[in-house]
């Protein structure tokens, strides 16, 4: 498994473990929103790279999605994501610099959901590319 899914898996996992905090304090709604940004913004990344294109260097969401369209990926919740992205772009940084950071917890569970639905595509894309390179190294053009 590439970096960029352990990254955004583990992203995923920390805005988990933050979001069961959110009532203890404030500060883990600002954590959880960064982590579900950066696990999408990884995510997107992730299915970038296995599709052998080098992915836009910055954290704009809808940048990776417009590189993806390019090469012919869709992704689930897409048109979602779309809409979304604005909110996600800002959680990047003003989750973490921004001490007047409020984020809804609609928008938190729309991220959750979106996140999930990224996460579970690439790790069918990982088994499907496998299964891919398997038959590959099988056929008979290696006999």
């Known amino acids: 498994m590439s970096k ?3 990254r955004a898996k583990t992203k995923l996992n920390n805005a988990n473990n933050s979001f ?3 009532a203890e304090d404030d500060a883990y709604a600002d954590d959880c929103c960064y982590n579900l940004q950066q696990c999408i913004e990884f995510t ?6 296995i599709n052998g294109e080098r992915y836009v260097e910055n954290h704009d ?5 417009n590189l993806l369209k390019k090469i012919g990926i869709s992704v689930p919740r897409e048109k979602d994501l779309r809409l979304f992205a604005a909110t996600l772009n800002s959680w990047e940084a003003e989750s973490r ?9 609609e928008d938190i569970q729309e991220a959750f959901s979106i996140a999930n639905a990224l996460v579970s595509f690439a790790d069918t894309a990982v088994t499907q590319k496998a299964l891919k390179e398997m ?3 099988s056929s008979d053009r290696l006999k």
């Open 4 to 6: 960029l899914l352990r």
């Open 97 to 105: 610099y921004n001490d007047n950071f409020v984020s809804l917890e």
């Open 20 to 22: 069961q905090k959110i």
């Open 61 to 65: 969401i809808r940048a990776q999605l």
């Open 135 to 137: 038959d590959f190294f």
């Open 44 to 49: 997107l990344k992730y299915l970038i790279e």
